[in-house]
């Protein structure tokens, strides 16, 4: 009698209102940005071709799953209300409109770094690109992480270390890649 009532707003409730704002930027300015937010879930292929091609001057990574941040040329900064609950991320570009990696904003994350962290950009119209499809997803692997930034000899480079958060920030980040279906590391 009452699965009709259980069903009844699923619908209403599995839809997500999302807005997204772009920005066009260099690696250094990400770089600088990236190394101040603290744990966050990141998400890039496992296999990442072209990018050594795009690689910029001045900006290095110390690990290969970072190198598809050398190659990005815009951000999308996305606010999205799911069933879940509230999520931001930013999905990174590059110039030919390839998605190359996703960063989620974890309750650990510095909020004020997240709020800041392009406040200075100016707004473009959205590139031309492609969202990650299912194969990149499936070939992605999740992550939580802190990046850092260094300056060597003016070189800006670009680090990771795996961070430990709160159970509560493990749980969300376990929410989302579950979301994304892909597998993590805790």
């Known amino acids: 009698m009452f699965g009709w009532l259980a069903s009844f707003g699923v619908q209403s409730r599995a839809r997500s209102t999302a807005t997204t704002r772009w920005l066009a930027l260099a690696p250094r300015t990400l770089f600088e940005g990236l190394g101040q937010l603290g744990g966050v879930l990141y998400l890039a292929p496992g296999v990442s071709p072209g990018v050594a091609a795009e690689a910029p001057r001045g900006c290095l990574v110390e690990s290969m799953d970072l190198a598809p941040l050398l190659a990005t040329h815009y951000v999308g900064l996305t606010c999205a209300v799911t069933c879940e609950g509230p999520r931001e991320w930013i999905d990174c570009v590059s110039g030919q409109g390839v998605a190359l990696a996703r960063i ?82 805790v």
Do not use: K, N, Q
């Not at 904003?105 to 299912?134: C, K, Q, S, V």
């Not at 499936?138 to 260094?150: E, G, H, K, P, V």
């Open 104 to 185: 989620y904003l974890l309750p650990d994350t510095d909020y004020l770094a997240w709020d800041g962290l392009f406040a200075d950009a100016l707004p473009i119209e959205p590139p031309d690109h492609r969202a990650p499809d299912r194969e990149w997803l499936r070939a992605s692997r999740a992550r939580i992480l802190s990046f850092t930034r260094r300056h060597l000899t003016g070189l800006t480079v670009l680090g990771a270390y795996d961070v430990p958060i709160s159970s509560l920030g493990r749980g969300v980040a376990r929410d989302i890649a579950a979301s994304e279906s892909v597998g993590i590391t």
